[in-house]
């Protein structure tokens, strides 16, 4: 029977000390006996999920603790924002980051960001989406605000294309080239799209609307970026596993399900602040029951440190805390727990920044240190030193004996 | 007058807590007031040998020891094979591992394990080691059981040939192939080889006895894994050095010396449980008279590992601890110690593991830190953090300032 793997990321959670907390972070700050019952009993370190001082996004941080090289696997942003706007996204898929804009009859650009819309691109975005052009099927979503993703699916794409954005305003929409020989499909359609795009949009009566309030048409699509979704080999394939995902964010969702992870949806599970995380570990607790791996995301500490509010940043953290004692209390005796975060996302900086993430492994046989608290500073005093995030997963591996031993 | 290093590399000492040994490590429960002197005087750390959570071999393990990139270097295990069994290899050397087979007169494989043969396979080897043909030195020794090993010696050999076991029972014994044009030689000494294993092994005493016995012959010898000895560049080469060692097993002598180093024979150093670790010492304290660097590898925690026998392991730290008292009674002035083990060997795992392992660094002027016991737990949270196998010589050097300034 080997044992199994759980790895619960608080989405964010790494923070800096804030003075209104007496110096401390909103962690350390937070009423969380049982992180830290996690930490005492475990052994404990700090984790960059890229490299010191890199600025971790979430997928590249998710791609890294599910054990790939972000450098080699991360092709472009397209992808992960087809993913990030709730599209499913297959490998061989080439996605395309876009702008609604504004331009005149002859196709010179007035306004990169169409007016800065904010409503009405959902509606746009649906005239859109779901068309067929030279065999290549073509999907479209709105993003935030004036944002959204083009994805094109079909065997034999290539991203190698130029922008279909000038990025400036004035000059004409340009023709996307293609860069390599096997990228002239993709550039045709892309091409084919972005006229389809004004035909359509000019005369939407979203644009009616916003033309009679004295607002900015949204009467095209400009492309840019494109990327390939990566064909990433899956947890059985890897390891002979099998994988389960428990997360909020479409993003997040997205890259487990990519990589093979099904993904389970749970009942009260948003993502945002009102998350029910009780829900979620108890929903990863019962799947640890018919998997080898499961993974959960708790997003809400994230979402605290992009508003800057340390208050409810340190409240989340106990609410995880309190969600977190359900599993302490039942703790299978088979797993392996993995503690840790997917970035810092420090409250005086609203961002997600390079400093290292608290980790804390706890399991049969681990090599207990001193540490006696969860959080970012107490951590890096402990056991495991300072590991990369690939790292993580190598080690979870090898604590369950599921790693092959180089040479002899 | 430069300074000397010594390397005394406690082979599979790390290990986990051991619930019956109070949660403690063999090693924290071991009495070891030398080794602690040690990292009491010292700089500490844990060391990933090559990487954490990857499970290194005693030779990949060896060969980050010694500088070199074990992902670079290690080209096949046939070569490291050889080794463990006591051949002597050489650069540009090709070795394949072998299986003591069972075959019918029609070359058909009735037992790829030749019944799990156990005894007079040093017989069997024998009569094969020792041939020349086409101008290439052939040597066959048999390892444990059905094993063993083929080792040719020739110029412009290569390693890019074909299996000669086809990993079932029932097929005939195939043809090697070359899989490259420079590899032509090789394949027909290979399969030249196959032909004259069963012409002679086939009325060969020993199978005649045991086909009388009714057990199957080891009747026809299959290579596979070919690999080359890659030319490492010497001490001398590399650093200017003179290197000696002293090690009780085949293999890690193997390394040492396609490495430049003198191998050192100690009486009463076997390698085993019954090892002279005293006269490993002291053979050590001798030897860095005339030499820049001496290597020693104490093998016997390592075999208490895979034993699962925490209760022995304690005891030969303890003995470990002894032994490292006449150095430490004696330290010579001009000396900087590494004091580590080569991986980990957790008596519950009973193999290799990907944990990391304590490390000390004695010497005039080291950073002394707080740590003040040598052990897997304590060493953690030394000076020196958490580093790689091929960093520590790295920092030897430097240590006895061997190395350049990266720059100006």
């Known amino acids: 029977m080997v044992d199994k793997i759980l790895m619960v990321i608080c989405d964010g959670l790494g923070d800096r000390p804030v003075e209104a907390l007496g110096h401390k972070t909103p962690l350390q700050s937070a009423f969380r006996p049982h992180l830290n019952n996690f930490a005492m009993g475990g052994a404990c370190g700090i984790m960059d ?7 971790p996004g979430s997928d590249t941080a998710h791609l890294a603790l599910f054990g790939f090289d972000p450098y080699k696997v991360y092709t472009g942003r397209g992808p992960f924002e087809a993913m990030g706007v709730g599209m499913e996204v297959r490998p061989g898929d080439v996605a395309l980051r876009c702008n609604f804009a504004s331009v005149d009859d002859k196709l010179s650009i007035v306004d990169r960001r169409a007016g800065r819309i904010k409503e009405g691109t959902a509606e746009l975005a649906k005239a ?23 994805l094109l699916r079909a065997p034999g794409l290539s991203p190698a294309i130029s922008d279909g954005d000038p990025h400036e305003e004035g000059r004409k929409v340009p023709l996307v080239e293609p860069r390599a020989p096997d ?3 993709t550039a045709r359609v892309v091409n084919a799209f972005v006229s389809r795009s ?76 009102d998350t029910d995380m009780n829900a979620k570990v ?4 019962k799947a640890l029951r018919d998997n080898d791996l499961v ?15 340390h208050k409810t940043k340190t409240a989340v953290a106990a609410r995880i805390d309190k969600a977190m004692g359900l599993l302490w209390k039942d703790f299978p005796e088979d797993t392996y ?58 080690v979870m591996l090898d604590l369950t004996e599921r790693t092959e031993k180089f040479g002899a």
């Open 49 to 55: 999920l890229i490299a010191p001082g890199i600025r």
């Open 337 to 394: 727990l993995a503690l840790a975060a997917d970035h810092s996302t420090p409250c005086c900086v609203k961002d997600h920044t390079g400093d290292p993430v608290p980790l804390a492994i706890f399991g049969r046989g681990v090599r207990t240190d001193d540490v006696k608290t969860y959080d970012e500073i107490a951590c890096a005093r402990g056991g495991l030193g300072r590991l990369r995030g690939t790292d993580l997963l190598q």
């Open 128 to 150: 859109l989406d779901g068309w067929e052009y030279e065999g290549v099927k073509v999907y479209f979503k709105e993003g935030t605000e004036h944002r959204g993703v083009l």
């Open 295 to 309: 993974f959960v995301n708790i997003k809400a500490a994230d979402l605290c440190g992009h508003d800057g509010d």
């Open 198 to 273: 004004h035909a359509i949009l000019k005369d939407h009566p979203v644009n009616r609307q916003r033309v009679a309030a004295g607002l900015r048409p949204a009467n095209i699509i400009l492309p840019r970026g494109a990327g390939i979704m990566p064909h990433l080999p899956s947890w059985k394939d890897r390891f002979g596993m099998k994988a389960a995902a428990i997360a909020g964010v479409a993003l997040v969702k997205g890259i487990c399900r990519v990589t093979g992870m099904e993904v389970l949806e749970v009942k009260g599970a948003t993502g945002g602040l």
């Open 282 to 285: 108890e929903a990863a607790m």
């Open 183 to 185: 990228a002239a499909l």
